[in-house]
């Protein structure tokens, strides 16, 4: 027996269990402290009223035997694929339903869609970055190199022609920087990806906080990008289904490589090794494209936005260095009086108990940067930025 020895790589745990870890002995030390979590970014509205309605009904056809269900396809049904195909097409994407494959979020498919590709493909990260990409590429023994992501390039970084990589992930509105690819930009990567032969994981999963039909919301919008893309998408952000569990991935019928289709590679791994999302919580993703489903979670994402906006008047007023908060739920926030990330996190929850995201958990060049998010509350969100302008 031999252990897979690329976990002795890894860092000794992923970068929200450490920062909840932290968080729960402070609580324990400090039971008088009111605590404000601006860390991870898990959402704290309810379900939206149609989403309920629609999980109780699903929930009461599970209950008679006319309408019990058993396996489902492992793809999705046909409704779900159908309204995200449609919700495509408004933004002028067209694609066929059987490119479409609902999940159970975006975070397990960007790990699983590592199967159906060789482990000798370089693999081309930014940094810094949401940690999943780098920690499932050092599970499987990929080689990674960085695309440096600052201030000098609006953390955004651009395909450089003379570094070589096959799988590169792009991740716009950016997690952790909240940074967002204009059409100019986006088609840059897609140019280098076309002529390099290399596939493009595009993580869409903050799409709905865009707030201009200029900046793509789908690399689907890019030409040439259905010849050298897989995107996903959840419903975690924009219908507050962190804890519901539901995300779609696209993979198109043109992606051949090597005279493979990677959409027929896709079946063959979901079929193999997944059984589908629950019906009851495909029902609840369907509804969200109903018109009333639409009009319920914009609210709740200009809700988001307007705490966005708190937390982003505050950095202005303290003249602290930012990015993000305008087409993302993330303030990203360089540390004051050059602290370090970790300083600075171990510094908020000391002195006025709030949380957030060292952004040296995102890479190396987060170091010296800070991740805060709205999807706390109004009042809460309001509170801790007061307590923020008090000490800084
Ligand atoms: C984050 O805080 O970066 C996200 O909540 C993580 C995730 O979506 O998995």
Redesign the pocket.
């Given at each position: 027996m031999n252990i897979n020895q690329n976990y002795l790589k890894l860092e000794d745990s992923y970068l929200?269990s450490t920062i909840a870890k932290k968080v729960a002995e402070f609580t324990k030390e400090h039971t008088e402290k009111q605590i404000i979590k601006l860390g991870?970014?898990?959402v704290t509205l309810p379900l939206a009223p149609v989403v309920v309605e629609a999980i109780k009904e699903a929930a009461d056809e599970m209950g008679k035997r006319e309408t019990f269900r058993g396996y489902g396809p492992e793809q999705g049904y046909a409704f779900l694929r159908e309204s995200i195909k449609n919700y495509y097409s408004k933004k002028s994407v067209e694609l066929e339903s059987d490119e479409i494959f609902i999940s159970d979020g975006a975070?397990s498919d960007l790990g699983n869609i590592l199967d159906i590709f060789g482990l000798d493909n370089t693999v081309l990260v930014p940094d810094p970055v949401?940690p999943?990409y780098v920690d499932t590429n050092i599970m499987a023994g990929r080689k990674i190199i960085f695309a440096d992501a600052n201030e000098s390039n609006e953390f955004l970084p651009l395909p450089d022609e003379n570094v070589k990589c096959d799988i590169i992930y792009i991740c716009s509105p950016n997690?952790?920087t909240g940074s967002v690819y204009t059409k100019e930009k986006l088609a840059k990567w897609v140019d280098y990806a076309l002529k390099n032969d290399a596939i493009i994981l595009f993580d869409a999963?903050y799409e709905c906080f865009i707030k201009s039909h200029e900046l793509p919301s789908s690399i689907y919008q890019i030409e040439g990008a259905k010849d050298c893309a897989i995107e996903f998408c959840s419903f975690?952000k924009t219908a507050g289904f962190t804890g519901t569990r539901c995300g779609y991935t696209v993979v198109p019928k043109s992606l051949i490589k090597q005279g493979a289709s990677l959409n027929k590679f896709w079946v063959r791994r979901q079929t193999t090794k997944f059984n589908g999302v629950p019906y009851i919580v495909q029902k609840a993703a369907n509804a969200v494209f109903s018109d009333v489903g639409q009009l319920q979670i914009k609210e709740n994402i200009q809700y988001y936005s307007n705490n966005a906006k708190i937390i982003a008047e505050t950095m202005d007023k303290k003249g602290i260095w930012y990015t993000g908060g305008k087409h993302s739920p993330y303030i990203w926030l360089k540390c004051p009086n050059n602290m370090s990330s970790w300083e600075f996190f171990d510094y908020l929850l000391n002195n006025i108990a709030v949380v957030g995201?060292p952004g040296s958990g995102f890479g190396r060049n987060g170091e010296g940067y800070f991740r805060l998010?709205s999807f706390n509350n109004t009042e809460k969100t309001i509170e801790a930025m007061k307590r923020f302008s008090d000490l800084i």
């Amino acid at each position: 027996m031999n252990i897979n020895q690329n976990y002795l790589k890894l860092e000794d745990s992923y970068l929200f269990s450490t920062i909840a870890k932290k968080v729960a002995e402070f609580t324990k030390e400090h039971t008088e402290k009111q605590i404000i979590k601006l860390g991870i970014g898990d959402v704290t509205l309810p379900l939206a009223p149609v989403v309920v309605e629609a999980i109780k009904e699903a929930a009461d056809e599970m209950g008679k035997r006319e309408t019990f269900r058993g396996y489902g396809p492992e793809q999705g049904y046909a409704f779900l694929r159908e309204s995200i195909k449609n919700y495509y097409s408004k933004k002028s994407v067209e694609l066929e339903s059987d490119e479409i494959f609902i999940s159970d979020g975006a975070k397990s498919d960007l790990g699983n869609i590592l199967d159906i590709f060789g482990l000798d493909n370089t693999v081309l990260v930014p940094d810094p970055v949401y940690p999943v990409y780098v920690d499932t590429n050092i599970m499987a023994g990929r080689k990674i190199i960085f695309a440096d992501a600052n201030e000098s390039n609006e953390f955004l970084p651009l395909p450089d022609e003379n570094v070589k990589c096959d799988i590169i992930y792009i991740c716009s509105p950016n997690n952790p920087t909240g940074s967002v690819y204009t059409k100019e930009k986006l088609a840059k990567w897609v140019d280098y990806a076309l002529k390099n032969d290399a596939i493009i994981l595009f993580d869409a999963a903050y799409e709905c906080f865009i707030k201009s039909h200029e900046l793509p919301s789908s690399i689907y919008q890019i030409e040439g990008a259905k010849d050298c893309a897989i995107e996903f998408c959840s419903f975690s952000k924009t219908a507050g289904f962190t804890g519901t569990r539901c995300g779609y991935t696209v993979v198109p019928k043109s992606l051949i490589k090597q005279g493979a289709s990677l959409n027929k590679f896709w079946v063959r791994r979901q079929t193999t090794k997944f059984n589908g999302v629950p019906y009851i919580v495909q029902k609840a993703a369907n509804a969200v494209f109903s018109d009333v489903g639409q009009l319920q979670i914009k609210e709740n994402i200009q809700y988001y936005s307007n705490n966005a906006k708190i937390i982003a008047e505050t950095m202005d007023k303290k003249g602290i260095w930012y990015t993000g908060g305008k087409h993302s739920p993330y303030i990203w926030l360089k540390c004051p009086n050059n602290m370090s990330s970790w300083e600075f996190f171990d510094y908020l929850l000391n002195n006025i108990a709030v949380v957030g995201t060292p952004g040296s958990g995102f890479g190396r060049n987060g170091e010296g940067y800070f991740r805060l998010t709205s999807f706390n509350n109004t009042e809460k969100t309001i509170e801790a930025m007061k307590r923020f302008s008090d000490l800084i």
